[in-house]
């Protein structure tokens, strides 16, 4: 690039503020000089280079690929996913009442344990009805299926002669109740 | 981005059901076997299982003063009995549910085959029906009734379409029928001779309408 500066007036005359004539003697051949320079540029359209409108393609597909319509599906998804996770509250069974009874002479304490009191024996404590050694405990349970046994003296776990039962998996055996 | 919004809930849901496994058990079972149910119960619930049965012999196993390792032992063996009941009732054509997968992980126990859970599915049942008669069948495994005559049996009160109610009550009867001093095989065999007719000619006049009163307790 040239580093040739022109006159403040010669520029005037470039910028077509003044004509050649308004100009001093002096500046003239300078003035004419300028406008053949002038005349002399290429006025023809100049194209962008290629790679920026490769630049430019490239910003308008990354504006794209973030519309919001393309995240709804992704976003409803995951909303159902959420859903899906948290604990639906489920409908409450129906409550069933159940006698249980153990005759243990000998015992001093018989309790129940169970699915339906996490198999804490000693949440569940029966009663024992008269000398004959009788341990009784009324239940209201919720329908469905459990397992349990009695726990006599807080040591010895017992399975209901009177019901069914199962393998326990520890060499025991649980009673069964499906209510 | 997608992914990750799919990853997300996915990551709530494994913490979740951890921090939800953490509480059943905190205070009682040793750390060890905690850590194992966490372990187990996120994986079973990735693969539509139900927790609760881990959640529940672990505590059992505790409770009862079994070793650690004896209780793990057991824990892991619930887990494969839950995935044998859920493939069984899949080829059976049921989809997944944690309660009839219990049930059926449940009868597994009693000692009924995949098997018999699968022919138990294909009944066409409803699944709250299935859910109810593999209790049931369970039950009368657990009572001595062979496979072949407890399958038959509850197979037809499931075909029958009779309320649940109904289903819940074949126990109690079967207990009558020995009482009286068949077996167990011969208890279900007439009852199921019995559903078959009463699907045949219908119901007898005062049945087919759900029972008034819940079904009898083991002690009445």
């Not at chain 1, 308004?22 to 005349?39: C, S």
């Not at chain 2, 953490?22 to 040793?30: F, I, K, T």
């Not at chain 2, 881990?54 to 059992?60: F, H, N, R, S, V």
Request: proline share 9%; no cysteine; hydrophobic share 50%.
């Amino acid at each position: 690039m040239s580093e040739h500066e022109f006159h403040p007036l010669v520029k005037q005359l470039l910028d077509g503020d003044i004509t050649l004539a308004d100009l001093p003697a002096d500046l003239r051949a300078e003035g004419e000089e300028a406008l053949r320079l002038l005349a002399a540029v290429d006025r023809s359209v100049v194209s962008v280079p290629a790679v920026t409108w490769r630049v430019m393609a490239g910003l308008e597909q990354r504006r794209r690929r973030v519309r919001p319509w393309l995240l709804a599906p992704a976003l409803a998804l995951a909303a159902a996913l959420l859903l899906w996770i948290m604990p639906a509250k489920p409908a409450a069974p129906a409550l069933v009442t159940v006698r249980f009874v153990l005759a243990a002479p000998d015992a001093h304490e018989v309790s129940l344990a169970g699915t339906f009191n996490r198999w804490d024996s000693h949440a569940t404590p029966l009663v024992r009805s008269g000398p004959t050694g009788v341990w009784t405990a009324t239940l209201t349970l919720p329908a469905g299926q459990h397992q349990y046994a009695f726990v006599v003296d807080g040591v010895r776990w017992v399975p209901d002669p009177g019901a069914p039962a199962v393998d326990d998996g520890f060499g025991r055996r649980n009673s069964v109740l499906t209510l | 981005m997608i992914a990750t919004l799919l990853v997300i809930p996915l990551t709530l849901l494994g913490m979740q059901q951890q921090d939800s496994i953490a509480a059943r058990l905190e205070g009682r079972v040793s750390p060890g076997i905690a850590t194992l149910v966490q372990q187990l119960g996120v994986a079973a619930s990735a693969r539509g299982l139900p927790v609760d049965p881990l959640i529940q012999k672990a505590i059992e196993g505790s409770a009862k003063g079994v070793p650690a390792e004896r209780v793990a032992t057991a824990v892991r063996w619930v887990a494969m009995q839950l995935d044998t009941a859920a493939a069984a009732l899949r080829e059976g054509g049921v989809t997944t549910d944690t309660l009839v997968i219990a049930a059926g992980e449940f009868a597994i126990s009693a000692g009924l085959s995949n098997h018999d859970i699968t022919a138990l599915a294909r009944t066409g049942a409803s699944v709250s029906s299935l859910t109810v008669g593999l209790r049931v069948a369970g039950t009368l495994a657990a009572m001595g009734v062979p496979s072949a005559e407890n399958i038959g049996l509850i197979s037809a009160k499931l075909r029958s379409g009779q309320p649940t109610g109904d289903l819940l009550l074949v126990p109690a009867r079967v207990q009558a029928e020995i009482a009286r001093g068949v077996t167990p095989a011969q208890a279900a065999a007439g009852l199921e001779r019995a559903a078959a007719a009463q699907a045949r000619h219908g119901p007898p006049p005062g049945r087919g309408t759900p029972p008034p009163h819940p079904p009898s307790p083991p002690h009445p």
